[in-house]
């Protein structure tokens, strides 16, 4: 299963990349081939300065060795070899009109001491973070997501999307802030084998999810990318990016667990947009825009009918 998966990773990175690209028209991904000196390494592919993506990243990994300590307790286990393998991406528009958003794919494996697999999970997701609200591209972003979930669903009798929007909504909630991250999608972990879903189950749906990436973000890329806007959006662009990168730093289980197994850091903090403001107890005016976003931020909404 591990080689399956990471065979499809560095696939869906290529064609992730290559659907960006052709949007971006201007900036071309770098690459960089790094290694982990307690075992396994990755390919992160950053992208900065174009005419449609300030900055963003791809990245894979594939990572192993000896459980750290802080995972052991995580897991509530003793000494542990691992494999962990996963595709995760950001990407920061110019443009306030142009969402950010977030994904990430991944799998783990857990061994015993004679390397037999112990545990074994999958896990993600996708989520798109608004600076201005349009309620056309939210219903896009979460219909491509449903989609993707009820080709899979009917199997085991459990509505995934429904589901997985819940988690995400709990999920990707700034608690010091009473707020959403964003207008949230997907989000899954723990996906183990249960007779109604086997790994190769799990396999074909998280793929299923990350092969939607692409229709779920790009057509939203390419109806707001040539919008106008002012200096003033452009602000509050950046306040919003602040709690953006608030979360990341505070709550977010994929930085936590890079920094944790002494990952790449250059990677971990790829997720970062590179301008960003705080301004001091910021609010939005009385019935502006950006408190139309603030007020869905602050209650989170289904924008598919049931």
Request: proline share 4%; glycine share 8%.
């Amino acid at each position: 299963m591990k080689q399956q998966f990471y065979q499809y990773i560095q696939n869906l990175q290529d064609q992730i990349c290559k659907g960006l690209e052709a949007v971006e028209g201007q900036a071309k991904f770098r690459e960089d081939l790094w290694n982990r000196p307690e075992g396994g390494g990755g390919r992160t592919r950053v992208i900065e300065n174009g005419s449609v993506f300030e900055k963003g990243g791809v990245n894979i990994s594939a990572v192993h060795g000896k459980l750290p300590d802080s995972m052991q307790k995580l897991f509530n286990v003793g000494e542990a070899d691992f494999f962990a393998c996963g595709l995760s991406l950001v990407l920061h528009p110019k443009n306030p009109m142009v969402p950010t958003v977030h994904a990430n794919w991944r799998y783990f494996e857990m061994y015993d001491d004679n390397g037999n697999v112990i545990q074994q999970w999958f896990g993600g997701g996708q989520d798109l973070t608004p600076y201005y609200l349009f309620e056309e591209d939210a219903i896009h972003f979460h219909q491509t997501c449903k989609t993707a979930c009820d080709k899979h669903s009917r199997s085991v009798g459990t509505d995934f999307y429904p589901k997985y929007k819940k988690q995400c909504d709990a999920y990707f909630w700034n608690v010091h802030r009473n707020e959403a991250r964003g207008i949230g999608g997907l989000f899954f972990d723990y996906c183990k084998a249960t007779d109604a879903m086997s790994m190769q189950n799990w396999y074909n749906f998280v793929t299923e999810v990350g092969n939607s990436f692409l229709e779920a973000y790009v057509p939203i890329v390419e109806k707001r990318k040539d919008l106008p806007y002012t200096s003033e959006q452009r602000t509050w662009q950046e306040i919003r990016r602040g709690r953006y990168v608030e979360f990341n730093l505070v709550h977010d289980k994929g930085t936590l667990f890079g920094l944790k197994t002494n990952g790449r850091i250059e990677s971990i903090l790829m997720s970062l947009p590179p301008h960003v403001q705080w301004v001091y107890d910021h609010h939005p005016e009385t019935g502006s825009e950006e408190e139309k976003l603030v007020n869905v931020l602050e209650n989170p909404k289904n924008w598919i009918a049931d």
